[in-house]
């Protein structure tokens, strides 16, 4: 079964920092793409990062951009977001997915399966 376990979140004040991570298994990890939405209270979900496993392809949104980055180990079978200098307008639940889609990048609809979420709390 494919199972995507998030973790990492917590309570972080203005300007500091969270790594999340996103744990695979039941897939072959390399044929995939890996995305990190998050979806704040009131909102809708939106793309916060993605990349694409077989050639490290990376793309973040415009309200991220400089400030997160994310990696995969594909040894770990993991996805990292790392998170610095961080806002209170990222707080939200984060949730990785995995797509089979090449062209998934922020588009919540083409990906397949979803991670549980993981909560990131930002204080001002």
């Known amino acids: 079964d494919v199972q995507l376990q998030a973790s990492g979140g917590g309570l972080v004040q203005a300007g500091g920092s969270l790594r999340l991570s996103c744990k695979a298994s039941g897939f072959a990890f390399n044929n995939y793409a890996i995305g990190w939405f998050r979806q704040a209270p009131g909102k809708e979900r939106e793309g916060v990062s993605c990349?694409?496993?077989?050639?490290?392809?990376?793309y973040y949104s415009d309200s991220v951009k400089g400030r997160f980055t994310i990696s995969s180990d594909n040894v770990k079978k993991t996805v990292y977001l790392q998170m610095n200098n961080l806002k209170p307008e990222d707080t939200a639940i984060y949730y990785c997915?995995?797509?089979?889609?090449?062209?998934?990048?922020?588009?919540?609809?083409?990906?397949?399966?979803w991670g549980q979420g993981t909560l990131v709390t930002v204080s001002s």
């Open positions: 997915a995995l797509s089979r889609d090449s062209g998934a990048y922020f588009y919540p609809g083409l990906y397949d399966y």
């Open positions: 990349i694409f496993i077989r050639d490290g392809d990376t």
